[in-house]
T-cell receptor, first 114, second 111 residues
């Protein structure tokens, strides 16, 4: 089974802090994704990466950056955390072998910015 | 822009009844459609994936159908159980490697 592991289930930070969310997958997947999920808004894509050191903006990249130095690890960075970034963050991965591969999700990180 | 709709947002059914969840999408140019389950405070668990060339997929009590031309998918859960209580999301995969998600059907199965 695919295992996508997010480093923290719950995280509390203060406004202005630089925040790192980590995600690791164990299936040698090429594609990795960061989403945020908010009530009434559903899941929205922040960034995704289709290879090491490659990244592409999603629908809401403002205030975020990402890093993918190794294939198995994809980090989401909040450069200067703000209260409107309080949310549930979900990481996912998928194989790059063809168009029909499913995405597999981690358990999520509930982030609160005070 | 792809719009994915799941109606109703919430529903309750007595235990033992069959569950029928609907998903509609506006752009039929999709590669596949995926159904997920989400328990409160948790991540998404993939249930079924239907490729654009397929009409349905089955796994145990779950059956998902896809009518790409009309932009619809249906998830059937036979003989529902209290453990099926969760939020079910559908998502369509497009050529830009992105998933477009619906907002989910929140299901409660009443014992």
């Amino acid at each position: 089974d695919v295992k996508v592991t997010q480093s923290s289930r719950y995280l509390v930070k203060r406004t202005g802090e630089k925040v790192f969310l980590e995600c690791v997958q164990d299936m040698d997947h090429e594609n990795m994704f960061w989403y945020r999920q908010d009530p009434g808004l559903g899941l929205r894509l922040i960034y995704f990466s289709y290879d090491v050191k490659m990244k592409e903006k999603g629908d809401i990249p403002e205030g975020y950056s990402v890093s993918r130095e190794k294939k198995e690890r994809f980090s989401l960075i909040l450069e200067s955390a703000s209260t409107n970034q309080t949310s549930m963050y979900l990481c996912a991965s998928s194989s790059g072998a063809g168009w029909g591969q499913p995405q597999h999700f981690g358990d999520g990180t509930r982030l609160s910015i005070l | 822009k792809q719009e994915v709709t799941q109606i109703p947002a919430a529903l309750s059914v007595p235990e033992g009844e069959n569950l029928v969840l609907n998903c509609s999408f506006t752009d039929s140019a999709i590669y596949n459609l995926q159904w997920f389950r989400q328990d409160p405070g948790k991540g998404l668990t993939s249930l079924l994936l239907i490729q654009s060339s397929q009409r349905e997929q089955t796994s145990g009590r779950l059956n998902a159908s896809l009518d790409k031309s009309s932009g619809r998918s249906t998830l059937y859960i036979a003989a529902s159980q209290p453990g099926d209580s969760a939020t079910y999301l559908c998502a369509v995969r497009q050529g830009n490697n992105r998933l477009a998600f619906g907002k989910g059907n929140q299901v409660v199965v009443i014992p």
